[in-house]
Each structure stands twice: as structure tokens, then as C-alpha cells.
């Protein structure tokens, strides 16, 4: 039940959003573009971020650059 605490782990980087241009989802509701991110876990292929919404979601890592 790691998920429940995530948003009090520490952070490990920063990234900033470079992009919202999402094909199969909306993507724009929760991040901002250019606004910067503090990754709170991470897998091969997603950056888990508090979002605009102020809840830890999943986003791919192409969304993201490291800061």
C-alpha cells in the first residue's frame, strides 16, 4: 500500500512539463506546460507527479523533461 503514502515520500527530481499533446487521453486537466513537477516515484515508463488536481498521478515520462 506503498500508493497511499507517496505524496509524503520524499522527492527524489524535479521534472518540467514540456508538453499536453496527449493522443488517447486528456492530459492538459492535470498538467500545466512548462510548469515544473516534483517525481515522487518512477517506473520505466512513467514519472508519478502531484498534479494539478493536488493528488499523485501517473504520467508518461515523454510528457517530462529532468530538470
Known amino acids: ?3 497511499k503514502v507517496w505524496d509524503q515520500k520524499e522527492t ?3 521534472v518540467q512539463c514540456v508538453h499536453t499533446n496527449a ?3 486528456i492530459v492538459n486537466h492535470a498538467l ?10 518512477e517506473t520505466e515508463e512513467f514519472y508519478f507527479v502531484i498534479d494539478n488536481t ?3 498521478g ?3 515520462k515523454d510528457y ?3 530538470v
Open 1 to 3: 500500500m506503498i500508493h
Open 12 to 14: 527524489g527530481k524535479k
Open 23 to 25: 493522443k488517447k487521453y
Open 32 to 41: 500545466t506546460e512548462g510548469k515544473f513537477y516534483d517525481v515522487k516515484n
Open 54 to 56: 493536488g493528488k499523485v
Open 58 to 60: 501517473g504520467f508518461y
Open 64 to 66: 517530462f523533461k529532468l
